[in-house]
């Protein structure tokens, strides 16, 4: 896994959000849907929010769902 998708997932597992603009103003990656997939491919579950900016752009809204812990 690169670098850029372990500081990704590590944001997303402190239960922090990522858009795209946080990816790049944290990362300087302008690919995080790209990232994300692989991160979904490497078995993390990744939840995707589309929402609507006030100029009416949409974007996407990335979370990482919360573990069950097993005993």
């Not at 990704?8 to 990656?29: M, S, Y």
């Not at 078995?43 to 573990?67: F, H, M, V, W």
Request: overall charge positive.
């Amino acid at each position: 896994m690169t670098t850029t998708r372990n500081l990704i997932l590590e944001h997303l597992r402190q239960g922090k959000a990522i858009t795209g603009l946080v990816a790049f103003e944290l990362f300087r990656t302008l690919s995080l849907p790209q990232h994300i997939a692989a991160l979904r491919g490497y078995g993390n579950d990744i939840d995707t929010e589309i929402c609507k900016a006030p100029s009416g752009k949409t974007y996407a809204r990335y979370t990482l769902k919360k573990q069950r812990r097993t005993k």
